[in-house]
Every structure is written in structure tokens, then in C-alpha cells.
């Protein structure tokens, strides 16, 4: 007989029920660990392109010790362009977002029309604009289809523009030569590019040349390539003394950090990103997850292959006895190992097919899935090893099995030490997924609902209005018009949006001489401010239309005055007991000329994640300091008010009355959710894989239960027979299992504690550890074990004797 012949009979015995649900699981946990996989290498591959990407890097503040728990990119660029002669360092770029340009009296206005049109709709607002230096092209890979970009980087008033753009503003790529218009200043599209790929950091449609003059250096995202062997620290040292050559004496506690460009999308902790950040721990967990899923598979694949022998033992007995040598047997288990295995990893290629996309949208990704050569290399690869190893291991213990011993009626594989373990690693591992699940849901809800000194239930928050239409005293037109639609209760501007991150401020001097360590941050706000954003008001009053004089005033001789709401915290740092006292205090502020008066006191405030420090702050009315930036609406509404009606109603009536385009309408809570994207991603992980761990678990307990029950029929029977009752043979079988389970408790549970406390500590805020949560994990994991076994032993014990014991 042929090895194919012997090969067709072999499966066809094992091919049960059970044989066909381990086969679909086998593959399916495959599946899992090659999207895990392709979800690895993207995150990875991020700006892996970029050229010389080994000496580029960018330049970040750590501002940890001012209370921001973030590495702050934007940064000036006069400070690393004065290090140009220094032999570490080889070149500099300046990305400059076009609303920063603000600080040098720059009035590139994104707003801009055609020339030539008479009709106000053409007038449109450009995406993502950045003032970019000549020398990009060294930085940065482009891939430009139309014009010269580097033209345009030397030319004034010349604009790159991305493909996607140009068809949005002129429905055709060949743009070169048109004309925008934008402040009585035209521009011409003097390059198109290739729209950026997914996988990088960067996220600009519009590139434009540095002005011929600045009145001092902006502010923006500064990239430094080093020489061949730089070491890092030495320059970041180098760059830190240069910072602080400009600084005043509380910068000293901050430090200044470079990090790899291929580095800055997984490792970036900035709101100010030009894109949202991923997550180096969701890498690292997905990593760790195919790992365990692959080990789980496997040894799920190698416990079937050994209780399968008692499906074919007889066979094998007989091919001995005829004749067959040790090799023969061998060489079969080998080729029926690689065999199934191939088959199922076609079927798992199928599975990650079919499963992709809806996988992108649980983790926020865009992996894809190409079936090219190296993907089937993969396959033939992941095909051989797996199926030797199991056909090597399975091969070994049958080949040396004695013939009486095979020629037994049940014979099974005994449940050695290697078995047990793994049956043992597989509940500890259910075990721990549980309760790291459940801590994280536990957390990401907490943080969902916890104070932070604002609301965001039923507020709206509309983006990208110009600051000149918000914090200008005679032209708050919108945010009255916006106050006047049906289900508005109040609306009030802010410069920045608050779950996400503040800007510096400025260091004021209280009446005892006090003055707040590190960077004040101040919220730029107009009236009605407290009730907008639900602020919880501890003295005084907040910014009211009946106190015109509240708003920010310059006079004449360069003096500036406005009026304050603080923290609470700010009043204790300041040395003050009671917040009623600071009421009409007037702080001052020497070097920018600058007094303000408190008019009221509000409770704590967090901006942006639980991650970060409670930072004392204050909201100011008007005093405005990006002319040409742009801030926000944030709205209050009623319980009945209709979101998808405003989202419509507004930015139509933005564009109709005040030509304010391309707005954005959210809901703040969903913008709070924001902050938590890396956190829900690997909770979402979680979930997936402790539905699938549980059912491997299941599914290995199932095929080794059988073959057990199997075995012990006989021994069932009489027992039977001699006047026990079913509970107590459910029972007698079910008791090693448990004992397995309570065994793999003791290492899952101080895992699972010290993993999940870890990942507590990166929160400010956050829950204790719920002793409940290992209880219950135990309980749920047990209970699960406990039902498969009784419900097989059961099932064995419910035979009569008569129908076991007659072939005996």
C-alpha cells in the first residue's frame, strides 16, 4: 500500500466531529496570529521610508516637570539652526503649521478664493497648510507628479499642493500655473504631490516657502539630521544649552529630547501631533498576544495528534504487526503532520481574507491583505515547521508504543506531565486575559465618567473658526447667531479644545508675590464661558455680557488688561487659604506689561486624558494671541436638542452669514473618547482573544475529555454497577481537571496583578485593584472547565453498563 493510500485512510479514521471542530479552530487561531502580525508590521513600518531615516530626528521638550505629561514637538527652530555649524549636525528642517506664522505677523490666511471668480462660494479653506524649508526633499520622500518642489520652496508665494486637493479645488491634477487668492495676495500652484501614505507621521496638503523676512523665529516641528555616529545625548545637551539661551529660569526643570523619526508616530505623547499618535504598548501587546495564540494553537494541534492514537491505534497495530518499521510509521505521522497543517493554513489565509477589513475597523488600523510571494513563502514556511515539529513529536511517542499495548480496545496517550502543563498554561491564560480585560473596561469606564472640572454630555464643539471671529470684542456675531438655533441653551469660544491639550500662558505675580512655578496656562474664552462648558463656579462670577469691561483691552501706551477666572489649585499654590479672598485681586505680569484681575474661582479642571497631572490654569476673556489662528464654539444643549440637525444647521449657517468654511462639529464626549484610542484598541484586543483563548481551551479540554472518558468506560460501568450514582462519576472525572485549573491559578493571578498595575500607573487618575475581579475570573474559568468535563462525563456515565461491558 502507497504512503498516499495510507495517508487517505489515516485521516479519513480521525476525520469526526470533533476532529473537523479542532481543524476550524486550529485555523482560525492561525488567522489571529497572522492579523496580529500584519497589525504589527504596519505600526512598525511607520515613516520607514523616509530618507537617511537612521540620522533624522526631531526635536521635543519634555515639559513633565511644568505638569504636562507630554513631549511638547513644536519648538523653535533659531534653537537648532544655530547648532548648523556644529559637525553633529548635518542639516535642519523647519515644518511650520501656517496658523503659527501668527507669531511673526505673517497674514497667510488659509481662507482663500480663485482668482478671478465673482462668486464668493468658490472661497474655500486649505487643508493642513505648513511653510515648509527649501531643503524638504532631504527629509522627507514626495512623490511629486506635477512641477517642481523644490521651485516652490524657493519661491514666494508659490504653493505644493497634495493630488487629493487639487481635485477638490479644481477637479484635475494639472493645476500648475492656477492661481488662489488670499488677502489681496495671490499664489500659484507651482508643484502637485502624491497624496502622503497612511503610514507616517506627517499630514500636510499644502506646502509653502518661508517668508524673505521674519521678525523673529517661529514656532513649529523641527527635524535634525546628524552626522553618521552622533551621539544623541551629547547633542541634546548641546541643543538644551542653545534653548535656554532664550528662556527665562523655570525652563531649567524641562529637558530636551530628540527622537528617531521612525519612532515618532509609536512614541509621540503630544496632542499637537500632526496626527494621532499610536501606541508603543498596543505593539508590544499584540506581539505578546502571537506569541501566546501561536503557542496555544500549537500545542492544541500537538494534543490532538497524540489522543488521536487511540482513534487509529488498531491500524497502527496491525501495520506493525505485518511489518511495518519504526521509519515507515514515522515518516507517515510526518506527512499526515504537514498535510493537515497546509490544509489548515490555506483555510486560515481564507479566514484573514473574509476577516481584514472588519478587523481594521475593531483596532482603528488599515493593514491589508496582499496574497503575494512572500505571503505564500510565509505559508509554505509556518507549513513545514509546524507540521514537522507535530508529526516529529506525535511520530516519536507512537513509533516506540508496544503492539499489545496498541491492540488494546481504548488505548490512550496517558495524561503525562507535558499535556497537563499545557492544559494548565491554557485555563491560566484564560485566567489572566479575563482579568485584564475586565480591569481595563473597569478603567477606560472610569475615566469616561470621572470629574474633570467640565462637561461633556450634550455639548457640541465646532472647529477651525478664525480666532478673528471669536476673540475680537465688535465681531462675536457667530457665536450669538449659533446661540439662537433651536436646542442651543449657551455657546462660548475657546482657543484650544480642552480634552486634549493647553497651550503656554504666561507667569503672573500675585499681590503676596507669589508667583506659580513652571508655565500658567491660560484658556483664551469669550462670555458665558462657565455655563458652556459646564465649570463648576466656587466664588465669584464668571465672564457675563454685563461686564463689558471684563474683556481684554490694549491701550495706547502698550499696557494690557483682562479678566480672569483661576483653579482652585492655582489659589492654593499661590499661598491663598480661601478662594472668596482672591476675589478682585489684580495679577501682573512686568515683562509683557500685562495686569489681570480674578473674577471668579472654578474647581479643578483636567485637560485632556486621566493620564495627565491636574494643572492649575486660568480662562482669560479675549486676550488673544494667534491673530491668525483658529479656536473653537463649544455649545450647550438642551436634552431634546437634535445633534444630526446642528451638525447640518451650523456649518450651513457658518458659511451663508460670516463665509467661515470647511467647519468640524463633534460631540465633546466623543472628542474626550479620543484620548483613550490606544487604550480601547488593546481592550478590544483583549476581548477578541479571551473569546478565542476561551474557545481553544474548550476545545483542548474537549479532545482530551473524550479520549479520558473513552478510556475509563469500563471502569465507568462497573462503578455503575456497583451503585454509584451519576453525580458521583461526573464527579471522580471532572476532580483532576480542576485540580489543573486551581494549579495554573497560582502563576495567572500575580501575572495578571502586576501587568494590570503596571498599566494603572501610566493613569493620574485611576482604580484600585478589584479583589472581585480575580475572583471572579477564577470562578468563570473553573466553572467553564467543570461544565465541558461534566458534560462528556455525563453523557458516558448516562450509558447503560450493559451496552459498555458486553464486548468485554
Known sequence: MSILEQLIISIRTKATRLFWLHFVSYSAGLAAVILLALFVKYELSYDS?????????????????????????????????????????????????????????????????????????????????????????????????????????????????????????????????????????????????????AQTHFAFDVLIAFPTTLEKQPHGYVYIKTAVDTNIEELEAKLFEQYLKTKSAEHKTVQYKLINITDIYLKGRSTYEMKAPGSITAVAIASGLIFIIFLQITCNFINFNLVSVGMTAKQIAIKKAIGASRGQLFRLFIVESIVLTGFAVVLSLAFVELSHVYFNQLVESHISFVLDKSMVWMAILITCVIGLFNGVYAGLVVANVDVKLLVRTHYQYHLGLFVKGILSFQAGLATFIFIVFVIAQLQLEFVANMDVGYQTKNRLIVKNIPTTQLFDENNTRAISAISKLPGVISATATDINLTEQVRGGVQLTWPNGQVVDGVAPSVVTSFDVVTALGLKLLAGRGFSRDFQSDWFEKQADGSEHVALIVTESMVSLAGYESVQQVIGMTLSNAEANLSATIVGVVADVKVGSAKHKMTPLSFNLGRNYLPNGYGNIVIKLSDDASFTDLKTQIPALLKSRFAIFDTEVSRFDDDYAKNYKNEHRITTLSKWLLILSTSLTVISLAVLVSQTVLSQQKELAIKKVLGATAAQLVTAVSVSYLKLVSLSLVVSIPLAYWLTNNWLSSFNDRIGQPIWVYGLSALVVAAITWLTVASLAFKAASTRPSLVLRNE
Open 49 to 197: 521610508n523616509q530618507p537617511d531615516k537612521q540620522q533624522v530626528y526631531r526635536a521635543h521638550v519634555d515639559f513633565t516637570s511644568f505638569g504636562f505629561d507630554t513631549l511638547m514637538p513644536m519648538r523653535d527652530l533659531a534653537v537648532a539652526k544655530a547648532l548648523l555649524n556644529d559637525t553633529d549636525v548635518e542639516d535642519v528642517l523647519g515644518l511650520i503649521p501656517a496658523e503659527f506664522m501668527g507669531y511673526v505677523g505673517h497674514h497667510f490666511n488659509t481662507e482663500v478664493s480663485h482668482v478671478g471668480a465673482n462668486n464668493g462660494d468658490t472661497k474655500v479653506k486649505l487643508k493642513n497648510v505648513y511653510f515648509a524649508s527649501s531643503n524638504l526633499s532631504r527629509f522627507i520622500n514626495l512623490d511629486v507628479i506635477r512641477g517642481d518642489i523644490n521651485e516652490v520652496l524657493n519661491t514666494p508665494n508659490q504653493l505644493a499642493i497634495s493630488e487629493s486637493e487639487a481635485i477638490r479645488l479644481f477637479s484635475d491634477i494639472d493645476v500648475i500655473g492656477e492661481r488662489l487668492t488670499a488677502e489681496e495676495q495671490n499664489y500659484t500652484i507651482g508643484a502637485v504631490f502624491k497624496d502622503l501614505p
